[in-house]
């Protein structure tokens, strides 16, 4: 049921506008990272995307919006997103991770495999940093083989 404005002002606080979730950007965040737990990555985005606007600072909140980015299957928004986590972040091996993995969606492979190789480096137990960086060093060079189309 939606705030009665009355009841809200008189509670100390302000109208809901309509079409806002209940509570504020940590709650957005809390409730974005269950959905994105649950699943529910475009729902997660949404929400997440609210909090990022209220929060634009928090790179824990960029880093959660991007996750649910690229889960939601955004992957040009996710792409941005971790570039521009890893721009705040440049020594966070993760950032650099989602940022090549969503590169190497979108079909850029160069700069992916400097990401990768950035958070292999970084993190050199993580085998799925290995496992990914090998993956799009080998497509690389399938693709920059003579013959190949």
Request: glycine letters at 10%; hydrophobic letters at 40%; aromatic letters at 4%.
């Amino acid at each position: 049921m939606p705030d009665d404005p009355e009841a809200a002002v008189a509670r100390g606080g302000a109208p809901r506008e309509p079409g806002r979730p209940r509570g504020g950007p940590y709650e957005w965040l809390q409730r974005g990272l269950a959905l994105l737990a649950d699943g529910e990555a475009a729902a997660a985005a949404t929400l997440l995307a609210r909090a990022h606007a209220h929060e634009p600072r928090s790179t824990g909140v960029l880093e959660a919006l991007a996750r649910a980015q690229y889960d939601a299957g955004d992957v040009t928004a996710a792409a941005e997103s971790f570039r521009r986590l890893a721009h705040a972040r440049p020594a966070d091996d993760y950032a650099h991770f989602g940022l090549g993995l969503s590169l190497s969606r979108l079909g850029h492979l160069g700069p992916a495999v400097e990401h990768l190789a950035m958070a292999h480096a970084m993190r050199p137990d993580r085998p799925e940093y290995a496992d990914r960086l090998r993956q799009v060093r080998a497509t690389l060079a399938a693709r920059q083989s003579p013959g190949s189309p």
